[in-house]
């Protein structure tokens, strides 16, 4: 495999890790999404493994994430009609908000509303469906020098103190070495690592992190080497926050995917194709002769050309234009990792 940038790496793991998840076997109801987190952190991949029903019985709360008010009420709403303040828990915001989100999930067709005089009602359509089984988060590295390594390794320490995700890992590419060097890099033991090359490899185990626990989120942490001598600086992060983040986490990651990179870059450009690699599918410039990166393909680009307008006019190849086409075929590939909702 030739060398990669981070974002062309980051996109064949992804890949890999559809096919492939735990490594060695074939992948099995998993969604695979990349840069997604927190406020505070963000991680490269992330992997929602997910019951085999549970993201059957998702897909009829439709492709879209449900936020945090949208869950609080799909989670709560009760089987038959109640006035939303006896049926949902107390919010711990104004109950004004939860009205508007009772509407916003009855307009999305998830839930039922009426008004009883001047009181709003709720009844939901469908339980939702316990459909996570674990998150877990994937670094990449494909060029991890030590440099590299120094910088990821306090990023790591925060995800295993805070213990969102149940599992984490680096991933890496492969050397001609007989132990890889990222083995000897200063990394927390609990990390995993993978090497990925022809196949998923994972060199060092990581070990599964207490996610129903309270975790601790580091907020300031003194910088190595004993000159900086103050104090760290934390807070908790309470069981409750943890399971309704990590569902956030995992609502934006079944909307979104690995292959919204389109949105972010320009496929109407007559130089950007799609290209195959082994089994992988890349983005590739044809002015530079190799895979761009996300941040270079923009409208900025000096090689930016617009597709010609006849491109879109004549229905070559497929009406649109050949980027809308790239679109649309992503937005398949997308669509067949999700399963239909169940009769």
Same mark, same amino acid.
């Given at each position: 495999m030739t060398a990669?940038? @981070? #974002? *062309? #790496?980051e996109l064949r793991v992804c890949q890999r890790i559809e096919r492939e998840w735990p490594p060695g076997s074939p992948a099995d109801s998993v969604v695979v999404a990349r840069q997604l987190g927190t406020r505070h952190r963000r991680w490269d991949t992330v992997v929602v493994e997910c019951d085999p029903g549970g993201l059957a019985a998702r897909a009829r709360f439709g492709q879209r994430a449900l936020d945090s008010d949208l869950l609080h009420v799909v989670r709560h709403a009760p089987a038959e009609w109640a006035w939303y303040r006896d049926a949902l828990?107390?919010?711990g915001y104004p109950w004004r908000y939860v009205r508007e989100a009772i509407h916003r999930a009855a307009d999305r067709g998830v839930v039922e509303a =009426?008004?009883?005089g001047n009181r709003l009602h709720v009844r939901r359509r469908w339980p939702y469906p316990e459909w996570v089984d674990r998150i877990v988060a994937v670094e990449n590295k494909p060029d991890l020098d030590a440099s590299a390594a120094r910088d990821l390794a306090p990023q790591l320490s925060r995800d295993v103190a805070l213990a969102l995700a149940d599992e984490v890992w680096v991933a890496t590419v492969p050397t001609e070495r007989r132990i890889e060097p990222v083995l000897f890099e200063d990394l927390p033991v609990e990390a995993g690592v993978l090497v990925v090359g022809e196949a998923l490899e994972p060199v060092w185990h990581p070990r599964t992190l207490? *996610?129903?626990d309270p975790g601790t989120r580091i907020v300031e942490n003194p910088s190595p080497g004993g000159a900086? =001598?103050? %104090? %760290? =600086?934390f807070e908790y992060a309470d069981p409750e926050w943890k399971a309704t983040k =990590?569902? @956030?986490i995992a609502e934006r990651a079944y909307e979104r995917g690995w292959r919204s990179f389109a949105g972010t870059m320009r496929p109407d450009c007559r130089h950007f194709e799609l290209r195959t690699d082994g089994r992988d599918i890349l983005p590739w410039c044809r002015a530079k002769d190799r895979n761009q990166s996300a941040r270079e393909c923009a409208g900025s680009c000096? %090689?930016?050309e617009p597709e010609p307008p006849a491109w879109r006019t004549r229905g070559w190849p497929i009406e649109g234009g050949p980027g809308k086409a790239i679109e649309r075929l992503l937005e398949r590939r997308r669509a067949r990792r999700r399963p239909g909702p169940p009769d």
């Open positions: 990669d940038s @981070e #974002f *062309v #790496f828990p107390d919010p =009426r008004t009883d207490p *996610v129903e900086d =001598r103050s %104090a %760290a =600086r =990590r569902l @956030e000096p %090689a930016f």
